[in-house]
């Protein structure tokens, strides 16, 4: 680091080899002129003495502030003659802020770290020493500590698992939408229903309604369906996401039996605001909106997202004769979305609102479905309470669902209203434990649904680790009650430290969900009835033995990752047509999930240049029926692969991605198929910074070779796509 400032200084007085000696008079004024241009370096040093004094805040991901790690402080002095400086502060263990004394006029390098927790850097330029700083550190999920909780404090975490975590705060100009984000991870697949349609999520061969989606603390899985649309939330009024790979019932209970995917709403880190404009072909465009002050008194923030798309568009109606070419209708789509967030001291709130309003073009926009339309509204508070040893939170959240075909003039609609509280509590001593307890309460009405039918869960839970030189055994247990069923999910895990860059970890745990309210009480006027006999899943094995590391190689490091895993599950619930084509859910006997995640990154991140290559890909396995008669799970692919390609100088960059996706059934019949598909994007990217002021520009061409496909059959997508994004921030922390 000195090397690279010193170079800068000895430019500026280097001489030529062939330098000339010049008069006598020309020397005098030259010397007059140097004298003048060397005077504000020399007021500048007579500040050098001056000191200011920071506060840190160093905070994981998921939102909870790092008691345990350090801060190395690297100091580069301004004058070539002075010694530089070097020195480490430890984390407080009571979780207060961090005050370090920096000396004004000197180039600082702050590097971050905690365990668990991937390290930061941060460079405070001479004479940018800010009052107050917070640090974000991202989780790695290979060295986790050993009780982590994510999700706005209500939820516990064992080591051994396979996790990816983002801040969309800093990433909402790559990923706009959540889907974007999870395409990007191995094991996880995102279904959409065409242009603008709703995005469900599948993690390791399951089905969108084992994978539960919390956020802040309240479900977003419909209870009715049981599946959680992505679609309705926009990054910007996200913080951050966790992804839990494997069955979490242990800590989060019902929903949870392939993974969960844990959202924050976007949080207060300095005082300032920001603008971000969306355009997007198919007529898509959209309008987000931040801005938020921290004081003495505590910090408020808001935002606000406005997005709509037309999503008309032509394609090849491939089921009647002569596949004629055919326009896509009544796909537009419209949302709002805004937060409001406020905290004082270890106290946090938040109120949210979020609504939809799309067509409905079913199969190939047909004209049974001309005027079908949705409507999705949300409100949601939340209010938590942290401290170094314990953390509790309540959220509740009011959902009105809406649908209106051709036929209905009033439509049908149903109110959904879902209530969590949850606490845990971390204790001191050689082998730390934690407990925790959690409620939630949901009822629905409407919709034909007689009454207002509802259900209470409570979940007690606890959690501790046990180290032994390089290995560590994280145990956990948890029960779940909820009218007169018990459900215990044990899990254990087993990481082993083989050397300070390579992690191998193995993981065993059950789990469970709940029929949902649609299972149970589902009206007949669609066409389906209901089974109120319907009996819960059971997952009764779900294992992963993983391992991680990292190498140096040159002037680049390579990073690999593969995880092998399987899943058992028990009475799946399904929905399946009669004879007289009424459809009804009914527990089928097993449900086998089984496959292999790798990831390979070879990168050299220069501060001025750098590139990444990065390859990911699954292979998986899943059959669902009974006896003999096991087929293969509907629109699970058996393979998927991505290759990407990034390259950046300075505030440019570029990216290519090339995806794969395998052939997929159709029906647990298993009698149609669709044919397997390979995309490629490519974006181009530009940050710079005027004025204190943070703008970014993100060009995309989405499948430039306008290839067409289906991930859902009779639902097309539309081709060749170009996606525009511009923000502009400035925050003082």
């Known amino acids: 680091m000195r090397h690279v400032f010193r170079t800068r200084r000895s430019r500026r007085h280097a001489g030529g080899p062939a330098e000339k000696v010049a008069p006598a008079g020309s020397q005098a004024i030259a010397?007059?002129?140097?004298?003048?241009?060397?005077?504000?370096?020399?007021?500048?040093?007579?500040?050098?003495?001056?000191?200011?004094?920071?506060?840190?805040?160093?905070?994981?991901?998921?939102?909870?502030?790092?008691?345990?790690?350090?801060?190395?402080?690297?100091?580069?002095?301004?004058?070539?003659?002075?010694?530089?400086?070097?020195?480490?502060?430890?984390?407080?263990?009571?979780?207060?802020?961090?005050?370090?004394?920096?000396?004004?006029?000197?180039?600082?390098?702050?590097?971050?770290?905690?365990?668990?927790?991937?390290?930061?850097?941060?460079?405070?330029?001479?004479?940018?020493?800010?009052?107050?700083?917070?640090?974000?550190?991202?989780?790695?999920?290979?060295?986790?500590?050993?009780?982590?909780?994510?999700?706005?404090?209500?939820?516990?975490?064992?080591?051994?698992?396979?996790?990816?975590?983002?801040?969309?705060?800093?990433?909402?100009?790559?990923?706009?939408?959540?889907?974007?984000?999870?395409?990007?991870?191995?094991?996880?697949?995102?279904?959409?229903?065409?242009?603008?349609?709703?995005?469900?999520?599948?993690?390791?061969?399951?089905?969108?309604?084992?994978?539960?989606?919390?956020?802040?603390?309240?479900?977003?899985?419909?209870?009715?369906?049981?599946?959680?649309?992505?679609?309705?939330?926009?990054?910007?009024?996200?913080?951050?996401?966790?992804?839990?790979?494997?069955?979490?019932?242990?800590?989060?209970?019902?929903?949870?039996?392939?993974?969960?995917?844990?959202?924050?709403?976007?949080?207060?880190?300095?005082?300032?605001?920001?603008?971000?404009?969306?355009?997007?072909?198919?007529?898509?465009?959209?309008?987000?909106?931040?801005?938020?002050?921290?004081?003495?008194?505590?910090?408020?923030?808001?935002?606000?997202?406005?997005?709509?798309?037309?999503?008309?568009?032509?394609?090849?109606?491939?089921?009647?004769?002569?596949?004629?070419?055919?326009?896509?209708?009544?796909?537009?789509?419209?949302?709002?979305?805004?937060?409001?967030?406020?905290?004082?001291?270890?106290?946090?709130?938040?109120?949210?609102?979020?609504?939809?309003?799309?067509?409905?073009?079913?199969?190939?926009?047909?004209?049974?479905?001309?005027?079908?339309?949705?409507?999705?509204?949300?409100?949601?508070?939340?209010?938590?309470?942290?401290?170094?040893?314990?953390?509790?939170?309540?959220?509740?959240?009011?959902?009105?669902?809406?649908?209106?075909?051709?036929?209905?003039?009033?439509g049908s609609s149903q109110q959904v209203d879902e209530f969590r509280l949850a606490a845990n509590m971390r204790t001191g001593g050689r082998v730390p434990v934690t407990v925790g307890a959690r409620l939630t309460r949901e009822t629905v009405r409407g919709d034909g649904i007689e009454g207002s039918p509802g259900r209470t869960v409570v979940g007690l839970q606890i959690a501790s680790a046990l180290s032994a030189g390089d290995f560590r055994i994280d145990p956990a247990l948890a029960m779940d009650v909820s009218d007169g069923v018990t459900a215990i999910s044990p899990q254990i895990g087993l990481t082993w430290a083989a050397n300070p860059s390579t992690r191998v970890w193995g993981r065993a745990g059950r789990g469970f969900r709940l029929p949902t309210f649609g299972d149970l009480y589902f009206a007949s006027q669609y066409l389906v009835r209901a089974n109120p006999d319907v009996s819960p899943e059971r997952i009764v094995l779900d294992a992963e033995l993983g391992a991680a590391g990292s190498w140096k190689i040159g002037g680049a490091r390579l990073e690999g990752e593969t995880a092998l895993w399987a899943r058992r599950t028990e009475d799946p619930i399904v929905w399946l047509a009669s004879a007289v084509a009424v459809w009804s859910p009914r527990n089928l006997e097993h449900l086998d999930s089984r496959g292999l995640e790798v990831a390979l990154g070879l990168a050299a991140p220069e501060a001025h240049f750098g590139w990444r290559i990065q390859v990911a890909g699954t292979l998986e396995r899943n059959r669902v029926g009974f006896g003999s008669n096991r087929n293969a799970l509907p629109y699970q692919p058996a393979a998927t692969a991505r290759l990407t390609v990034q390259a950046w100088r300075r505030g440019t960059g570029g990216r290519v991605d090339l995806r794969h996706t395998g052939a997929r059934t159709t029906s647990v019949a298993g009698t149609r198929r669709l044919d397997p598909f390979t995309t490629v994007d490519v974006s181009l990217s530009q940050s710079l910074g005027r004025a204190g002021v943070g703008l970014s520009f993100l060009a995309r061409i989405e499948n430039p070779l306008h290839q067409r496909y289906e991930l859902i059959e009779l639902f097309p997508e539309p081709g060749r796509r170009l996606v525009l994004r511009f923000e502009g921030r400035k925050t003082r922390e």
């Not at 506060?55 to 998921?62: D, F, Q, T, V």
């Not at 596949?323 to 896509?328: A, D, I, Q, T």
């Not at 004209?367 to 939340?382: C, G, H, I, K, M």
């Open 31 to 410: 010397c007059a002129v140097l004298i003048f241009l060397a005077a504000p370096e020399v007021r500048a040093q007579v500040t050098v003495a001056e000191t200011a004094s920071v506060e840190l805040s160093i905070h994981s991901a998921g939102g909870e502030r790092l008691t345990g790690g350090q801060v190395k402080v690297e100091g580069v002095a301004p004058d070539p003659n002075m010694p530089d400086s070097s020195w480490t502060v430890p984390l407080p263990l009571d979780g207060t802020p961090l005050r370090i004394t920096l000396t004004r006029g000197t180039w600082y390098r702050l590097v971050a770290s905690a365990p668990g927790h991937a390290s930061r850097t941060v460079d405070l330029p001479a004479g940018r020493i800010p009052r107050a700083l917070r640090l974000v550190l991202p989780v790695d999920p290979y060295r986790l500590p050993p009780i982590r909780a994510v999700s706005g404090g209500t939820d516990l975490e064992p080591v051994a698992r396979s996790a990816s975590q983002v801040r969309f705060d800093t990433q909402s100009l790559t990923y706009a939408y959540v889907g974007e984000w999870l395409r990007d991870l191995p094991g996880v697949t995102v279904r959409r229903r065409g242009g603008g349609g709703r995005q469900v999520v599948s993690i390791r061969g399951s089905r969108p309604e084992d994978v539960l989606v919390l956020l802040d603390g309240v479900p977003l899985n419909d209870p009715v369906t049981g599946r959680a649309d992505l679609s309705v939330i926009p990054t910007s009024t996200l913080h951050s996401a966790t992804l839990l790979r494997g069955a979490a019932s242990t800590s989060l209970g019902s929903g949870a039996g392939a993974g969960a995917l844990l959202l924050t709403s976007r949080r207060v880190t300095g005082t300032g605001g920001g603008l971000g404009l969306r355009l997007e072909s198919l007529g898509g465009r959209g309008l987000d909106m931040e801005a938020g002050t921290v004081g003495r008194a505590g910090r408020v923030g808001m935002t606000l997202s406005v997005s709509e798309a037309e999503n008309e568009y032509d394609f090849v109606n491939s089921i009647l004769p002569g596949s004629p070419v055919e326009k896509r209708r009544n796909a537009d789509f419209r949302s709002v979305n805004s937060t409001v967030t406020a905290g004082v001291g270890a106290l946090r709130g938040s109120v949210r609102f979020d609504a939809s309003e799309r067509g409905v073009p079913g199969r190939m926009g047909t004209s049974l479905y001309d005027s079908a339309r949705a409507e999705d509204r949300a409100w949601t508070t939340f209010a938590g309470l942290e401290t170094s040893r314990a953390r509790t939170s309540a959220s509740w959240r009011h959902h009105t669902l809406m649908y209106r075909d051709n036929e209905l003039v009033t």
